[in-house]
């Protein structure tokens, strides 16, 4: 990545950047092949049926946890 342009998408805030944030409920990220980055609410509605932890596999459960502050 070092000689090329990137966007990078991250589930949890990786440096300080003030830039970095939560993706809204419903987002959806567009990136152009220049790497203008834009998004809007693409879903804007709650689901009609949402997914319970206790419906997940043990990896899937392991793989949710409340975001912290870095």
Same mark, same amino acid.
């Given at each position: %990545?070092?000689?090329?342009?990137?966007?990078?998408? @991250? $589930?949890?805030? %990786?440096? *300080?950047?003030? +830039?970095? *944030?939560? %993706? &809204?409920?419903? &987002?959806?990220?567009?990136?152009?092949?220049?790497? #203008?980055?834009?998004?809007?609410? @693409?879903?804007?509605? /709650?689901? *009609? $049926?949402?997914?319970?932890? /206790? +419906?997940?596999?043990? @990896? &899937? $459960? @392991?793989? +949710?946890?409340? +975001? #912290?502050?870095?």
């Amino acid at each position: %990545m070092v000689n090329r342009h990137v966007v990078v998408v @991250a $589930t949890e805030k %990786m440096t *300080r950047d003030p +830039q970095w *944030r939560l %993706m &809204e409920p419903g &987002e959806l990220l567009h990136v152009s092949v220049g790497l #203008d980055v834009a998004s809007d609410i @693409a879903f804007p509605h /709650e689901p *009609r $049926t949402k997914i319970k932890l /206790e +419906q997940l596999d043990a @990896a &899937e $459960t @392991a793989s +949710q946890h409340p +975001q #912290d502050d870095h």
